[in-house]
């Protein structure tokens, strides 16, 4: 179909532009200082050789050169040392009891000098697959064969996780306040501890989520595609589907990628669930970023397509009633096709939502009781079907920078119901 196949770009183009992005943002990769006191007695040794030479030229590529020295480092108030499989906590704010709030971390350092990849689930309280993804990378990680640092945050909205509540207990979306600020307001101050005292010190992020309230999601990555770097950072998880997007303000993918972090959003199923299919993927995926980038050894795998949408909108349903969905995630529409129907259930009133264009159903709401302007279903946007084969990367996320010719309103993605 139209959608566009792992066209990876020619080496040598891909080349001079990671050196030249390398160059501009460097030190991207780049171990806080060791310090005199951090260094194990008897000086660094030196490491092991890493087990890939081809995947750390790759790493080199996208993430900067390895850092120079590889010793004990500093981290949330403790010596952490290669070969350390251990926890720490970040103390983010204080409760309603006057008491600590601790966010726990899972950090696993590896014998061999590389990048710090951070995974952060549970922003969402409610989200529990990434919870579980980030479990099960911390389980399966060995430090012995690991070149660089894995840092797992598996429930950062851990006030929500403890209500089982995709929110803070004052109903504030934390995910619309990274960076944070630490004299602002429970959830600024929240975001700022996590962010100043974890994704600052990261050379990568994963952020996981799944749909919102009764909707699911195929799995999917979220990026920025305006990166060569986040793109090939999206393709190399594997997930299927990625979908470009800056992230509504506020949300932490997007400040790290503001701030120079190469972050993506893993985006599966739906919430208050554990799905293992959805979790074994997200597994999968950080398992193959880790050997593509040089943190693991390499093992030659098929790469499957990825199927790369540009745009998406959210297609509403323009009356309220009892929702009925006629499709299922992955599905294929055609412009003008019946999606589902809303029955009244009193006037016994009946409509139908059509599709608006060509697209790939990435995501949907379960039949409920809905009201006019809800979202039903989220479309990837065939490329070829409506912006050229080189679209100009508007944001689809970004209400604000919403085409103005857009079929659907500029509401279309609001903060509700976008599902990050
Ligand atoms: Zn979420």
């Known amino acids: 179909m139209g959608t566009r196949e792992h066209d990876h770009r020619s080496r040598t183009t891909w080349l001079v532009a990671s050196v030249l992005v390398v160059c501009a943002a460097a030190p991207l990769y780049a171990e806080p200082p060791v310090g005199p006191a951090a260094v194990p007695e008897g000086g660094e040794v030196a490491p092991p050789p890493l087990p890939s030479a081809a995947a750390t030229d790759s790493a080199a590529e996208i993430l900067g050169p390895p850092a120079p020295l590889w010793g004990v480092t500093k981290f949330l108030g403790r ?11 970040v103390v983010a704010s204080e409760s309603f009891a006057g008491t600590s709030v601790e966010i726990p971390a899972l950090i696993v350092r590896g014998d061999h000098p590389g990048p710090t990849l951070c995974l952060t689930a549970g922003v969402h309280g409610d989200e529990l ?7 099960e990378v911390f389980v399966g990680v060995n430090p012995r064969e690991l070149s660089g640092m894995v840092i797992g945050l598996p429930v950062v909205n851990i006030h929500g996780f403890r209500r089982s509540s995709r929110y803070l207990p004052d109903r504030r979306d934390l995910n619309r306040y990274f960076p944070g600020n630490p004299d602002g307001s429970s959830a600024s101050r929240i975001a700022a501890a996590v962010f100043e005292s974890v994704i ?3 050379n ?6 799944t749909g919102s309230f009764h909707r699911t999601n ?12 986040l793109l090939e950072f999206a393709e190399s998880f594997g997930a299927g589907v990625v979908v470009h997007g800056y992230g509504p303000q506020g949300t932490l993918r997007r400040a790290a990628t503001e701030a120079g972090i190469p972050a993506i959003t893993y985006e599966a199923g739906e919430p208050m669930r554990f799905q293992r299919d959805d979790i074994a993927r997200g597994v999968d995926g950080v398992r193959r970023f880790m050997r593509a980038f040089g943190m693991e050894a390499a093992v030659e795998e098929p790469t499957a397509p990825q199927h790369v949408y540009y745009q998406s909108r959210w297609v509403r349903v323009n009356d309220g009633g009892i929702f009925i969905t006629e499709r299922a995630l992955g599905d294929r529409i055609r412009g003008g096709e019946v999606l589902g129907s809303v029955v009244d259930p009193i006037s016994n009133h009946r409509s139908e ?11 949907m709401a379960f039949s409920q009781v809905v009201i006019p302007g809800f979202a039903a279903f989220h479309i990837g946007i065939e490329p070829l079907a409506t912006v050229g084969p080189e679209p100009e990367l508007p944001a689809t996320d970004s209400p604000a920078a919403a085409p103005a010719e857009a079929a659907l309103s500029a509401d279309q993605l609001d903060a509700e119901e976008h599902p990050e």
């Open 218 to 229: 195929l799995p999917q990555i979220r990026a920025d595609l305006s990166s060569d770097r």
């Open 353 to 363: 939502v059509y599709a608006p264009f060509d697209g790939h159903v990435i995501g």
């Open 200 to 202: 600052r010190r990261c």
């Open 204 to 209: 990568a992020l994963v952020d996981f989520h």
């Open 79 to 89: 010596d952490i040392a290669p070969g350390d499989k251990t926890q720490a906590f």
């Open 129 to 135: 697959s990434g919870v579980e993804i980030v479990r």
